[in-house]
């Protein structure tokens, strides 16, 4: 089946905005969320940089019982798939008991969690670790804590592919759709800001160590040095076309038109990063060309090789330009969340008519991209959203304006 496969809600926790409005508004101001780390001392480590979630309490939104079952980030998704819930105009416990499935994406689980057990269990011994550590560190308990609070008993899943994550889950929900569901919810939170978690990021020798919030992470510029890490991320509710006009769903936000995804040659192989590939298998999919595309949001690596790599599949897809930007330069990188808050900024693109900027960037004209710097206005119907995970992931989605 090729069903269309549309968005009809969207739930946002980002380190520049609580909430879908509030995140946009700061996201087409340029309001960055990049700040010193707070939620732990992080002077003892190189990087000290992140786009922490200010402001967000989780008692006032969760039942006091959740708490201590649930990581930070288990949290955070609870909260935004909520919000992606009403935003759809969809109440839990109305729909058939097997028509609405879970996929999201997980980089690195309740780390925050697991830290504080390991911790009981070498300083107090084993009985003081907690039952709820048997799940609460999990890849799938995003999923597991979403579906039972809202009664979601639908194929349900979670994706494990690093920054590329969140796409893979997306295109995951749209063939269960395909299949018959008739919606489902997907995206992804993440969050490992904890003395463990920072260790294991450090670990993979990307993260800025720059201590200026506003030239730490610039991607495509000569000055790149690394990127900095966030947390929080955004779920989406992707529900079969049909259906949604059927139960007269406030918002249809676009349609996800498009999916590729290929992994890269292991380095020293001599064989070609594998982008540009994704790319045109999702523009296939969609059957689309590249003059139809208007922005690509990129993966932005702010890795001078992986830069170059990007930008030159950019360049062999679009070789007669297109608008490229990066809005994640104002939250960090949200590993598995950093991809679906990628989709809710392009679908609003489609929306208002207005590509967000790339903060702080002066881009080096020998990537020839077309970065937008600044608010742009333009005539969005169609956008690319790219993302990359370690060791080779590479993912593309499609998302154009509703049918």
């Not at 002077?43 to 967000?56: K, S």
């Not at 809202?150 to 889950?169: E, K, Y």
């Not at 991209?369 to 690319?384: G, I, M, N, Y």
């Amino acid at each position: 089946m090729t069903t269309p496969v549309v968005v009809t809600g969207m739930g946002v926790t980002a380190p520049n905005g609580l909430g879908t409005a509030e995140y946009w508004a700061a996201t087409v101001a340029g309001r960055s969320g990049i700040g010193p780390v707070t939620r732990f001392d992080a002077a003892g480590y190189p990087a000290t940089l992140a786009g922490e979630v200010r402001g967000f309490e989780a008692r006032e939104h969760l039942p006091g019982r959740l708490l201590p079952q649930t990581d930070h980030m288990t949290r955070m998704a609870l909260v935004a798939a909520d919000w992606a819930l009403a935003d759809a105009g969809i109440t839990p416990g109305t729909l058939p008991e097997f028509a609405t499935g879970v996929v999201t994406a997980s980089s690195a689980g309740g780390f925050e969690f697991g830290q504080r057990e390991l911790q009981n269990l070498w300083s107090k011994g084993g009985e003081h670790v907690s039952a709820y550590q048997s799940f609460a560190w999990f890849y799938a308990v995003n999923t597991g804590q979403i579906s039972i609070r809202n009664g979601l008993r639908g194929p349900s899943g979670v994706l494990v592919t690093d920054q590329a994550g969140g796409l893979d889950a997306v295109a995951q929900a749209r063939r269960q759709i395909r299949k018959g569901t008739t919606a489902m919810v997907s995206g992804g939170v993440d969050s490992s800001l904890c003395p463990w978690g920072w260790v294991a990021q450090q670990a993979g020798g990307r993260l800025s160590e720059g201590d200026d919030p506003d030239r730490a992470y610039l991607p495509f510029d000569r000055r790149a040095g690394g990127y900095v890490a966030g947390e929080g991320g955004a779920i989406l509710i992707l529900e079969d076309a049909e259906a949604a006009h059927a139960r007269g769903a406030a918002h249809c936000y676009g349609e996800i038109a498009g999916y590729g995804a290929t992994f890269d040659p292991r380095p020293g192989s001599g064989r070609p990063p594998q982008l540009r590939r994704a790319i045109e298998l999702a523009l296939a999919d969609a059957g689309l060309t590249p003059d139809d595309v208007d922005v690509v949001f990129a993966d932005a690596a702010a890795d001078p090789d992986r830069d170059a790599a990007e930008a030159a599949a950019i360049a062999a897809v679009f070789p007669h330009g297109v608008p490229v930007t990066a809005p994640k330069t104002m939250t960090g990188r949200l590993y598995s969340g950093g991809a679906p808050l990628d989709l809710v900024a392009a679908l609003l693109c489609l929306r208002d008519g207005v590509i967000p900027p790339t903060i702080n960037v002066d881009a080096d004209p020998l990537y020839g991209l077309d970065l937008v710097t600044t608010a742009r206005a333009a005539r969005v119907r169609t956008a690319l959203v790219l993302a990359r995970g370690h060791h080779g992931f590479n993912s593309a989605v499609v998302v154009r304006a509703a049918p």
